[in-house]
């Protein structure tokens, strides 16, 4: 867990943390945590506690006279599910080849499981599904797997091979030329290939671009297995339910630097609900205390805004206050959203903030009982 | 292992492609071609309306030998040239490098593994259709070259000489260009030697060392005269002294300087390829 958490880089707002070297394990900044990966120890008892799955410090790259990535640092723990998010051009592609070692940094240290990045051993336990997912089309698929296996010295038999390409989708297609295969049965197999081996860190870059909706909620069952197994997996994606839906932290990059990052609560912000009452008397209030964090009423005229209370409480606290005689009359539970969180951050760095405030909010549904009435959502910020 | 690997996979490439077919046309149409110009030979009539003596005889079949074996090197030429750029540059330009250099391989094993499976391809070609026309020739004009061994070795040597230089030009070009680079470089070294040969004949110094200088520089045309000496009769030139500078036919035998040039030549063009596609980014 290398990066400050909740925190906002490279803005002017937060001057302090833009470009900040991330903490290695033993807590000293900046500097590479100890080589000499476990990757036989089990995934539970090295979270936060050996070396981290990725350890990228103070990453420069510049195309020409373009930058395209500034002083970019991030960890990921072993076993955690990071999401990477930016729009197109912000770095996010030639940040994960740096890692990779496919493009060379110009400044900066990578560290992969422990090793070096620069050691091409650092790679033996990582899995890649590439942005551009090609794989030699004068093979079959069953071939690509066997291939990918005997160049990455891998242990996978033909069994678990061929179970792969059933968990893809694509058993019954084994021994068809991967050259006569859909986009969309090429990124299937391109998953296969960054699963093969059992590997402890997978980096899925753009996983699902070429799929359809069955497939991408394959894709998300699959991250969600790897996080069980305690495989560490970096999900570049623009689709952003899809990173807000597995991920346990976000990192944001914009104009090559790193924007915001940190775990989806820290980003979004608390829970809240908003309300709007009549006939709440002091019984009343002591009912919303019961349920907000402290300090967390505020009123305005008949409205009140309760923060700390998650969605799945907001029925109880319904029913509560029904109970204790206040007439309901609305109900708006909402959070920031994540694609709101992202363009607030987005439209900050281009100068936008205060549109970005207000901007992008979206109509929600009600949750909860028949008591509650479907308003807008998404008022709450970070 | 990772060259293993790689040479393998780039074998399985080559005979997975048309390219393989085409080459396999283009070989057996003029393997048939051929026969039947061979076979014609004996039958050939002088202009003193008499048969061919068995000097003339040697010195045509040596001459069309040379020929048809230049046609043949020029198609392994094109071949490994236009496998070469594809394998390395086009698969960096589809995107099937970065799931393969992903993985914990150095390039230059990459790099290796691609040489040489593509010399291996070129080595059988040149192995199995050389033998054939070795054997066509035997059956219709009795001819039997001096050194067969030595010219397939060499020929094969010539098209590594190409492939290399093929795909140190695909370490930085497009595919497409790289094999058309390649390609033309062959062209003009052996246009190269021609000019030399003719400065050689005309007793013109200045004009023989372009030959000399291109052979240095690109040794597909040396090792190609070494072929061809390695063809024909030792007799053709001692009995035909005018036929000096005829482009099919090898006045120069390959010194052992002249092979260990051809060896340090492959090791830099090697040596500059593994540097710029390990800095390539992919």
Same mark, same amino acid.
Request: proline share 17%; aromatic share 6%; hydrophobic share 40%.
């Given at each position: 867990m290398g990066f400050a958490e909740g925190r906002t880089e490279g803005r002017p707002d937060a001057p302090e943390a833009a470009g900040g070297r991330p903490t290695t394990p033993d807590g000293v900044a900046g500097r590479p945590p100890a080589a000499g990966a476990t990757p036989d120890t089990a995934p539970d008892a090295v979270?936060?506690?050996? +070396?981290?799955a990725v350890w990228c410090s103070g990453i420069s790259k510049r195309y020409g006279r373009r930058?395209? !990535?500034?002083s970019v640092s991030l960890t990921i723990g072993r076993g955690e599910v990071v999401g990477l998010l930016g729009p197109n051009g912000a770095g996010k592609t030639s940040l994960i080849k740096i890692m990779l070692g496919l493009v060379a940094a110009d400044a900066g240290d990578v560290m992969l499981l422990g090793h070096?990045? +620069?050691?091409?051993? +650092?790679?033996?336990r990582v899995g890649y599904l590439p942005e551009l997912f090609r794989y030699q089309?004068? !093979?079959t698929a069953a071939e690509v797997l066997a291939f990918h296996t005997r160049l990455g010295r891998l242990r996978a038999t033909a069994d678990d091979r061929a179970e792969l390409l059933k968990l893809v989708g694509l058993a019954e297609r084994a021994g068809d030329r991967v050259g006569r295969f859909s986009k969309g049965m090429q990124q299937r197999l391109g998953l296969a290939v960054a699963l093969l081996g059992e590997p402890e860190l997978v980096v899925l870059d753009e996983p699902t671009s070429a799929l359809d909706p069955v497939g991408r909620a394959d894709v998300r069952e699959t991250v969600l297995g790897l996080r069980e197994r305690g495989t560490a997996v970096l999900l570049n994606s623009h689709l952003i339910g899809e990173v807000e839906r597995v991920c346990d932290r976000v990192v944001i990059l914009d104009h090559g630097r790193v924007a915001a990052s940190g775990t989806l609560d820290e980003l979004l912000g608390e829970s809240e609900v908003r309300l709007r009452l009549q006939r709440a008397d002091d019984a009343a209030r002591r009912v919303l205390e019961t349920f907000?964090?402290?300090?967390?009423v505020s009123w305005a005229g008949e409205w009140v805004t309760v923060r700390g209370v998650e969605g799945a409480a907001v029925p109880d606290l319904v029913a509560a206050l029904v109970g204790a005689g206040v007439r309901v009359h609305a109900v708006e539970p909402g959070r920031q959203t994540l694609e709101e969180r992202l363009l607030d951050v987005l439209r900050a760095g281009d100068g936008h903030g205060a549109a970005g405030n207000t901007a992008g909010r979206t109509a929600g549904g009600a949750t909860g009982n028949g008591a509650v009435a479907g308003a807008a959502r998404g008022r709450g910020r970070a | 292992m990772t060259v293993v690997t790689i040479a393998a996979m780039t074998l399985r490439e080559a005979s997975r492609r048309k390219v393989l077919w085409a080459l396999a046309g283009l070989t057996a149409v003029l393997l048939g071609l051929d026969a039947w110009g061979f076979a014609k030979i004996p039958g050939l009539e002088t202009d003193q309306a008499g048969e061919l003596t068995s000097g003339e005889a040697r010195l045509v079949a040596s001459l069309l030998l040379n020929l048809v074996m230049f046609t043949m090197s020029l198609i392994v030429a094109l071949g490994t040239a236009f496998l070469a750029g594809p394998t390395l540059s086009g698969e960096i330009e589809s995107g099937i490098s970065a799931a393969v250099l992903a993985r914990p391989v150095r390039r230059v094993w990459v790099l290796l593994g691609k040489w040489l499976g593509l010399s291996l391809f070129a080595a059988g070609y040149v192995a199995v259709a050389g033998t054939i026309q070795f054997v066509i020739v035997k059956l219709t004009v009795g001819y039997v070259p001096p050194d067969p061994v030595i010219a397939l070795v060499v020929m094969a040597a010539e098209a590594v000489i190409l492939l290399t230089l093929a795909l140190m030009l695909a370490s930085v070009l497009s595919p497409m260009a790289s094999g058309v680079l390649a390609v033309g470089c062959f062209g003009a070294t052996w246009v190269a030697g021609v000019i030399g040969g003719i400065g050689t004949v005309v007793g013109n110094e200045g004009v023989a060392r372009i030959g000399e200088v291109s052979r240095v520089v690109l040794p597909t045309d040396g090792l190609w005269h070494g072929v061809m000496h390695a063809m024909q009769a030792p007799s053709v030139l001692t009995e035909n002294p005018?036929?000096?500078?005829?482009?099919?036919?090898?006045t120069l035998s390959l010194t052992p300087a002249y092979v260990a040039w051809v060896v340090v030549w492959v090791a830099i063009v090697l040596s500059v390829t593994a540097t710029a596609f390990a800095r390539r980014d992919i």
């Open positions: 979270v936060g506690g050996a +070396s981290p930058p395209a !990535l500034t070096k990045g +620069s050691d091409p051993a +650092s790679r033996a089309p004068w !093979l907000a964090a402290p300090g967390g | 005018d036929v000096i500078g005829n482009p099919f036919l090898g």
